[in-house]
């Protein structure tokens, strides 16, 4: 496998410009995650799914994000409108979960720049 | 909830000498611990984990970590730092979703 795919690797685009970050997990894996990381706030849990439904969006930052994930091997992380402070770099990881199973493989990153 | 603290932000060590990331956890049951490297420009990379059994693990590029329940700590360890190894250090824990450090940012002195 060819790990978690995630696109584009860099983005930058205008305030209130729509963003789109894609993700392909690792076949066969339950649980795919989005965080983001910033220097301020360090790696930031936004939204997590099981089986492609989402489970726990609590840290997601506001209405102008949204996440889904339509099928086992595709995600889309969405800003509408984005914003400056939006600025960081996005990861997506997944994992097999259950027992013993929650190691998360990480792609490498969106680095979105809004300006 | 579980939570994981990083009390090291940066840390300099010269290349050979040995290392020690310190994390903390906090979580009631038996924890599942992770230690993840990201370099410049990249994602996370897992270096070791601990379920259960051994408490002294092993990991890859010459890593180690001791579990010490007691302490409520999982630091990771390298006898000889090389260059390379200069990165950032996340701390996880992972008995449901994973949840991470504010990671240690490893700095190396030729």
């Known amino acids: 496998d060819a790990g978690v795919i995630q696109s584009p690797r860099h983005e930058v685009t205008e305030m209130g410009q729509e963003v789109t970050l894609r993700c392909k997990p690792i076949?066969?894996?339950?649980?795919l995650f989005w965080y983001r990381q910033t220097m301020m706030r360090g790696l930031e849990l936004l939204i997590y799914?099981?089986?492609?439904?989402?489970?726990?969006d609590s840290g997601m930052p506001e209405d102008r994000f949204s996440a889904k994930m339509p099928n086992a091997s595709f995600s889309t992380l969405k800003i509408q409108p984005s914003e400056p402070r939006d600025s960081a770099v996005y990861f997506c990881?997944?994992?097999?979960?259950?027992?013993?199973?929650?190691?998360?493989?990480f792609g490498q990153g969106t680095r979105l720049t809004v300006v | 909830a579980q939570s994981v603290t990083q009390p090291d932000i940066h840390i300099t060590v010269s290349e050979g000498a040995s290392l020690e990331l310190r994390c903390n956890y906090s979580y009631g049951a038996t924890p599942y611990l992770f230690w993840y490297v990201q370099s410049p420009g990249q994602g996370l990379q897992l270096l070791l984990k601990y379920f259960s059994g051994d408490t002294l693990v092993q990991g890859i590029k010459g890593f180690e970590a001791e579990f010490k329940r007691s302490q409520s700590s999982f630091n990771l360890r390298k006898p000889s730092v090389h260059w390379s190894d200069a990165a950032e250090y996340f701390c996880a824990e992972g008995s449901y979703i994973p949840t991470f450090g504010r990671g240690t940012s490893l700095i190396v002195h030729p």
């Open positions: 076949s066969g894996h339950d649980y």
């Open positions: 799914f099981n089986n492609n439904v989402p489970i726990d």
């Open positions: 990881a997944s994992s097999l979960g259950g027992l013993k199973n929650t190691e998360a493989f």
